[in-house]
């Protein structure tokens, strides 16, 4: 992979280049690959210069898990709050997170995970999250009418099922996810999404479905509706 470039700082380069390196090199290598000495290397940096910006190699740990707190943890409660129209609509608007890596980054998530297993400190923070992450989709299933209990049962069906796609490493192409979209939103909310619904959020990826299971990208389809 390429070195990542200091930022535009001098010499020293700056915190966000060296939060970046470290970013990289736990989601590549684990935990025990954030030190300072190959941080420096892979931006062709000193290793003083990094005392610039942090005091220690603890002060960018915690960086670390701020970030990773703010975009996974963040966007995920605030696309469970985000306007939706029905049960349906909402849980789709979650789904956006596990497809989209800028908006919830599935290799970070499971490096912090990693990470927990070593660190009885993180593993608090996961915890957290966790109970953070649950109580935002238990709200969202109460907003549509569900009774406590089944929104904590579905919020936690829902949540463990994508926790265990991460912690399991699956990878699945996008178009064979949203084969399998339709059906996992009619388990977990109880309501199946309706056709309008599936093809905003298809759309939000740059797909059409054009039969049932059968996905293009939607260049394709506007250049079909161009030549007829």
Partial sequence: ??????????????????????????????????????????????RTSFYWFFEDREQLLAALIARWRDKNTGSLLRQSESYAESISEAALNVFECW???????????????????????????????????????????????????????????????QIGYITMN????????????????????????KRRELDRFYGKFGYAQTDPGVFVPLADTFEEAVSE
């Fill in 1 to 46: 992979m390429a070195r990542i470039k200091a930022q535009d700082a001098g010499w020293r380069g700056s915190a966000e280049g060296w939060l970046q390196a470290a970013y990289e090199a736990l989601k590549e290598a684990g935990i025990d690959a954030v030190r300072v000495m190959p941080l420096a290397k892979r931006l062709n940096l000193s």
């Fill in 99 to 161: 497809l989209n890596p800028e908006m919830f980054d599935s290799q970070f998530e499971f490096a912090v995970r990693s990470w927990a297993l070593q660190s009885p400190e993180v593993s608090q923070e996961v915890a957290a999250a966790d109970q953070a992450r649950l109580a935002g989709l238990a709200a969202m299933f109460r907003r549509f009418g569900a009774e406590p209990e089944v929104a904590d049962a579905r919020a936690r069906t829902l949540y463990l099922t």
């Fill in 170 to 193: 699956t990878r699945e192409e996008a178009v064979e996810r949203f084969q399998r979209i339709p059906h996992y939103v009619t388990i977990f909310t109880g309501k199946a999404p």
